[in-house]
């Protein structure tokens, strides 16, 4: 079959209009290529045959085999990375795991040995050990060829070695070899020794040199072990871990409980039944004291054989240490030079301008401005006690906007009426207050006296008036009043800081200020007449004044150059009909004013009370508007005419209009409707 | 005064597709053009085809097809050198055609629902448009701005027909009211018909506002003052948009009507002159000759035009089917 292009594959209903699908069908999965199943263009599906005498092949899917190669890659649900599976998998110790196990023997029966875990440790070993081993590698021995020598003991036990030692003189170890020599041929050679690796990880922990931590074993243990927990010990834990941690020592540390291998039944002397032993107080190793005082012939420093001494040093030579040869050269310090009282690191030009004949303000911006500096001196402390202000002060570099106090100043923290009031005065009187020049945010704008009294003292604030606050206060006021005033002009103050130049030009004061004015709506100035009126009207085929209303209405100006006739409202500012803003909810919307004569005092209720059908642009139920329309309207006996008629026209049922209100005066129903018999 | 009896002649055309029922397409008819030749008036036809399309009347051959908008054309009109063409359509849009290219010009959007009226203004600088949405829009056509001059949102329900003078705007809505937006005075009359309104015009000497409502009866309303002049009733129109308009000298008042006639009233007396039968549905629109005495009108994918019949000579009148394609 011929693969069929994509805009040949429609789908048409029977009429032959093109069938809509709606957005499903437009990616187009298509079996194979353009509908190419089973050509050479395409794919051949899997074949499933089954018959009775053959019986299909399991056809095993892989869930790799519906998986593209999104599902494959890094992200996907299946990725292919290349890893190591167990048997490759290398010696190295695995932190995680053996910290693990350290954890888990904490609690095991026997607490600290793991024992169990050791008998049931997965046999995984890496390939090269097993070629080694299948050469001959045992264990614990070095690769390469074999040496002569007997080595000195590996594993001395690391307790009784002193760090840096120099290995032991020559003379014991021969001495060994003699012992040793007599059970052992001269050809004898030995595996070299294990290369142990050296771990180079740094020491990145800020403990001391050699420090351990609570072994938790010895602190837990109790005994003689527990006594003093040696942080300390005199070889460090990077030794121990250079060097491996396998200690033969070590392994039955926690192995004996009970004293003497447990107390019998018979045994009087049981004082001490939970008594722990432990394994350090007992020899491993028969034999004698190690010989000589244990030092191996390890001398101190000379610290007895130097004649020269200062007796000044004797006591104060830490132990193991001893006067140096040489002496070290010692840094000459410069001292830094004594500055004058008041040097003042920055230049300043004199100014021109003669500070006298200006206006304060300029004055002032002066004085503050670069290089010039404030009245009070900056270091009250000394050169060493400044603050960032007054370090940038005595910079001259530019005053960073925004918070002009440190955080670590204590008066923040304890804001003290005065220094608020200073605080405001010191943001306002500053440069930027002063550029700032419409768009200050007032925040008694509801209340226009308030208001007028905060800008008072802001603008006061501005010319650096430091009393600025009492001036502005209205002394009419109560004293709680202006007490409250006062701190919520200083609060206000601090709050709506002048913000600086650079920034405030991202910002701008919003169109809508949504808080004030949330409960007003616009509306055309100019309602229109009461429909019922009009309806009455165009019913009983009054056209004219009753029916037409007339409004004020501008154009808008280019709307009249197009029409080629002059703009009959050429200054005004707004397009369409006048607006008025009239609050959205007043209860006074929902009072009805009844001006009309008393004849027909009872249908004009009637009219008004009428809910809004019309919800929207118009509130039509504004009392003014309809006073005012009211006033507009007719002559008394034309409206009481209406009214009459309204009634009429109201009290016939199909032909009202669906806006007539649902309540009718009992006494108006009883009024026969001419106008229904009429038509 | 006319008299005379109304003769269709049918121009045989060799195909004619059968519609869906739908909007049928609305009219208007162009003076004279002076580009064209001199026996040209042409026919605007704008259908739910989405195509506006340009007749000959004469020949009644079709000239031009306009696509390009998305729903169905409610209604066309002509600049005053035929030049330039405003459509607008279902799908909330007023395009500005090129008339011999084919191109649009413009494609102005703004209305939030179907435009169910369009015209230019007398020098073809203004587009103004109404819609369901209860705004009328006035564009430019001259600047390169896609935004209305000015909206005008005093209605309260859709604007179902407007008409444009030389100073004047005149919108009918479907809450009952005309609106003449008087821009030399700048000011807004609102005549209260308390029916939703299907069509208005103007009349001729410019006195006189005629319009139609959905209860039946066409009114002729004083300008100036608001006052009836003239109620029209005997027709039928209860729920669709029909058109009514005034014969070209202001003698005659003529409405479609439901019952496939159209319906022709003395504008003096009000009496019923003359009932056309136009066919069996509903005549959707009629749109009448600014100088002769000639007569469209639009009925289910059928236009025909209508001439007088003189005592002395039978004048041709031309049936354009509205092809479908």
């Known amino acids: ?679 | 005064r006319v008299s005379g009896v109304f003769h269709p002649l049918i121009f045989s055309r060799p195909t004619s597709f059968s519609l869906p029922v739908s909007f049928s397409p609305t009219l208007s008819l162009s003076p004279p053009p002076l580009s064209f030749s001199a026996d040209g008036n042409y026919l605007l036809s704008c259908g739910s085809d989405k195509s506006l399309k340009l007749w000959s009347v004469s020949r009644g051959t079709l000239l031009k097809t306009y696509s390009g908008h998305g729903y169905e054309v409610l209604d066309a009109d002509g600049s005053y050198d035929n030049s330039q063409l405003c459509s607008c359509s279902s799908d909330k849009t007023v395009i500005l055609w090129d008339v011999a290219t084919g191109q649009v010009t413009r494609k102005l959007r703004g209305h939030a629902g179907k435009v169910n009226c369009v015209q230019f203004n007398e020098e073809a600088t203004v587009i103004l448009s109404g819609s369901i949405d209860g705004t009328v829009r006035c564009w430019d056509t001259r600047s390169r701005k896609f935004d209305p001059i000015q909206i005008l949102d005093e209605a309260q329900d859709g604007v179902s027909s407007l008409k444009v003078s030389e100073h004047e705007l005149l919108t009918g809505s479907v809450d009952g009211r005309v609106r003449r937006y008087d821009l030399r005075m700048g000011q807004l009359h609102v005549d209260f018909i308390n029916s939703p309104i299907t069509c208005v015009c103007f009349s001729a000497d410019g006195q006189c506002t005629l319009t139609s409502s959905l209860d039946s009866t066409v009114r002729l309303l004083d300008k100036s003052t608001g006052e009836m002049l003239g109620e029209y009733t005997g027709h039928k129109m209860k729920g669709y948009k029909l058109d009514c308009c005034l014969s070209s000298k202001d003698t005659h008042v003529l409405s479609c009507s439901e019952d496939g006639h159209v319906y022709c009233w003395d504008l003096v007396e009000g009496s019923l002159m003359l009932k056309l039968p136009v066919g069996k549905a509903v005549v959707q629109s009629l749109s009448f000759h600014p100088s002769e005495t000639r007569l469209l009108t639009a009925m289910e994918g059928r236009v025909q035009v209508w001439g007088a019949e003189p005592e002395e000579t039978e004048e041709d009148v031309v049936v354009v089917q509205q092809e479908k394609a």
């Open chain 1, 1 to 679: 079959m011929k693969p069929v292009p994509l805009h040949e594959q429609t789908v048409k209903d029977e009429k032959g209009r093109y069938q809509r699908f709606h957005g499903a069908f437009t990616g187009g999965f298509s079996a194979g290529y353009f509908n190419t199943v089973g050509t050479k263009e395409g794919w051949t599906p899997a074949t499933f045959v089954s018959s009775r005498q053959q019986k299909a092949g399991r056809q095993n899917a892989r869930p790799e085999d519906f998986m593209d190669e999104e599902d494959l890659g890094d992200h996907g649900i299946a990725p292919r990375q290349i890893t190591t599976t167990a048997d490759f998998a290398s010696g190295r110790k695995d932190v995680i795991r053996d910290k693990a196990r350290a954890i888990t023997s904490l609690s095991a029966p026997i607490p600290g040995d793991t024992v169990l875990e050791d008998l049931v440790a997965p046999a995984r070993s890496s390939m090269g050990v097993e070629l080694l081993r299948k050469m001959g590698w045992k264990d614990g021995q070095g690769v390469g060829p074999r040496v002569k020598r007997r080595l000195c003991k590996q594993r001395a036990d690391s307790a009784t070695r002193a760090f840096g030692s120099a290995s032991p003189p020559n003379g014991s170890s021969e001495s060994q070899d003699e012992e040793d020599g007599e059970f052992l041929p001269e050809n004898l050679t030995f595996a070299p020794k294990d290369v142990t690796p050296i771990d180079f990880t740094p020491k990145v922990d800020l403990h001391g040199l050699g420090y351990r931590g609570l072994n938790p074993l010895a602190a837990l243990r109790g005994g003689p072990g527990a006594g003093h927990i040696n942080l300390f010990t005199m070889d460090s834990d990077r030794t121990n871990s250079l060097f491996g941690e396998d200690r033969k020592g070590q392994r039955r540390r926690g192995g004996v409980a009970g004293q003497g291998f447990g107390v019998g039944a018979m045994e009087d002397d049981d004082e001490d039944i939970y008594h722990r032993d432990i394994m350090s107080n007992y020899d491993t190793v028969l034999g004698g004291e190690e010989p000589g005082d244990g030092l191996y012939g390890w001398t101190a420093p000379q610290q007895y054989n130097r004649t020269k001494k200062d007796a000044a040093y004797l006591g104060k030579i830490l132990e193991g240490f001893t006067l140096a040869s040489d002496k070290l050269e010692t840094k000459t310090i410069f001292p830094p030079p004594n500055l004058p009282r008041d040097f003042r690191p920055v230049h300043y030009f004199r100014p021109v301008v003669d500070l006298s004949s200006v206006s304060p303000m300029v004055a002032q911006a002066l004085q503050t401005s670069r290089g010039h500096m404030a009245q009070e001196a900056p270091s009250k402390g000394g050169r060493h006690q400044l603050d960032s202000a007054q370090r940038r002060e005595l910079l001259g570099e530019a005053t960073l906007q925004g918070i002009t106090e440190s955080l670590l100043n204590p008066s923040r923290f304890a804001p003290h009426a005065e220094q608020q009031q200073q605080e405001a005065l010191s943001v306002w009187s500053g440069p930027t207050a002063q550029a700032q020049t419409g768009q200050t945010f007032k925040p008694f704008e509801r209340t226009p006296h308030k208001q007028a009294r905060y800008d008072l003292y802001i603008d006061q604030l501005k010319q650096g008036d430091r009393d600025a606050l009492e001036l502005s206060l209205d002394p009419t006021m109560t004293e709680w009043e202006r007490g409250r005033e006062r701190d919520e002009f200083v609060r206000a103050a601090l709050l709506y800081k002048p913000s600086s130049s650079s920034l405030s030009c991202r910002f701008t004061r919003g169109k809508q200020d949504d808080g004030v004015e949330a409960d007003t709506v616009e509306v055309t100035r100019d309602q229109e007449n009461d429909v019922d009126d009009k309806q009455a009207a165009v019913k009983m085929k009054m056209f004219g004044k009753l029916t037409r209303d007339t409004f004020e209405w501008h154009p808008d100006n280019l709307l009249c150059k197009r029409f080629n006739i002059p703009d009959p409202y050429p200054g005004s500012g707004f397009v369409g009909m006048p607006k008025v803003k009239r609050d959205k909810f007043s209860v006074f919307n929902f009072l009805t004013v009844s001006e009309s004569p008393t004849a027909s005092a009872s249908p004009a209720p009637q009219g008004n009370k009428q809910s809004p059908s019309e919800p929207g642009k118009r509130s039509r139920w504004d009392v003014s508007g309809q006073a005012g329309d009211k006033e507009r309207k007719e002559k008394d006996p034309v409206s009481e005419f209406l009214s009459v008629a309204r009634i009429e026209a109201s009290g016939s049922g199909p032909e009202a209009s669906t806006t007539d209100g649902p309540t009718t005066d009992p006494t108006v129903e009883v009024l026969v409707p001419h106008y229904y018999i009429h038509h």
